[in-house]
């Protein structure tokens, strides 16, 4: 097991949707920081005020790798979070190997390049809701599963040029990364290992056949004076991209639409008025933001948070994206969505070095997806009251397992 400094005072609650809020909640109240039990019994610090998350993202004692800076750690030792940490990639690189690394993913997420593919979501877009158009109108639909979560990962896929006979088994691994209730160790243990063979299947598919697509790009990314990206860093990257380039997105969509059908004046405001559509997002990304409790980070040193709370050099840090949008402390009523709200400042999308390269591409998906799903059907409406709306089983992924609508279309 990995050594930690503090005695934990509480389970993480994996249960998802209001039970996550409310625990975020109690800790804020507890202190700076509150030492909690993970999955397997790993222990981490849980940071969930505003200030303290803001502050840590970027702070120059806290690192990314596990595997320099926590002697302890074995390789795969905690089954749940080997996905997160054993891995080479921006997500665990530091200093001058993390800015190798994205200087060579750079180039294939330019805001110039992103804005290129409108096209191409409005078509998948197009496609899926002319297939939800076909569903009777007074059944409920899953909106989750038919559209929320078809756009993202299709538009993933196509990117990264993922066959047809690939993309279910990527997109089940995917899902279960991100399931942290009650997963037996060796299920964990055997999705790292499926997601390793995916990968790599994509990757000799590739150099058999390259083409348009960005894991060819990756495969043949050249950075004057830096090393091309080796074997198990492609692997890892292809898994970031793609896990972080669809999955999140699809909450995005779906805590849109719920709150938007929740708020139905705040919906009449929008199609009155279609530039405001971007305000809709950035609410959305503030008070849902799609990541909760992103596994992980270590201290390199001592850290004093004040109130007796002391990070000791080694111990696991786990920040929470999402508390940031909801403290008290940063926004007004920040629980309630609030296109009209001034001040939308959230952190979802992370700070400093490790900001993500694909944000764009995320708003970009949501501000087509949304307006596209209300225009082609205006009566849409929730199947269920917005509180028996199932959530996720998960602290890391902040979203539902399922939004029944009736699409209303005839």
Known sequence: MIDFSAAP???????????LYAQMDEFRA?????????????????????DVVRRLLTHPGISRNVRK???SYSPGVVKWLSPWVDV??????EGREHQRLRQLVAPALTPKRIDKM??????IARRLLDDLATRPSDEPVDLHTTYSQQLPTRMICDLFGVPDDLRPEVLRILRVVLNTDNVPEEE???????????????????????????TSFLMAARVEGEEPLAEQELVDMLLLLIGGGSQTTVSLIDHTVRELL?????????????????EAIEESLRVHCPVGS????????DIDLGEGVVIRSGDAILINYLAHGRDPGVHDDPETFDIERENKDHLAFGAGPHFCPGARLARLEAVVAVPALFARFPHLTLAVAPEDIRPLHSFIANDVAALPVLLGHR
């Open 9 to 19: 005072t509480a389970h993480i609650d994996s249960r998802g949707g209001g039970c």
């Open 188 to 214: 964990s243990a055997a999705v790292y290992v499926d997601m390793n063979v995916a990968m790599r299947t994509l990757i000799d598919l590739k150099r058999r056949e390259p083409s348009d697509d960005l």
């Open 294 to 301: 992103l596994p992980m980070r270590w201290a390199k040193e």
């Open 88 to 93: 080479e990639s921006m997500s665990t690189a």
């Open 69 to 71: 800076n926590v002697p």
């Open 30 to 50: 507890a202190g700076p920081a509150v030492a909690v039990e993970l999955p397997e019994g790993m222990s981490a610090w849980s940071i969930t005020r505003g």
């Open 118 to 123: 409108r096209p191409h979501l409005e078509l």
């Open 262 to 278: 929740a708020n139905p004046e705040q919906l009449a405001t929008l199609l009155a008025e279609p530039a405001r559509w971007p």
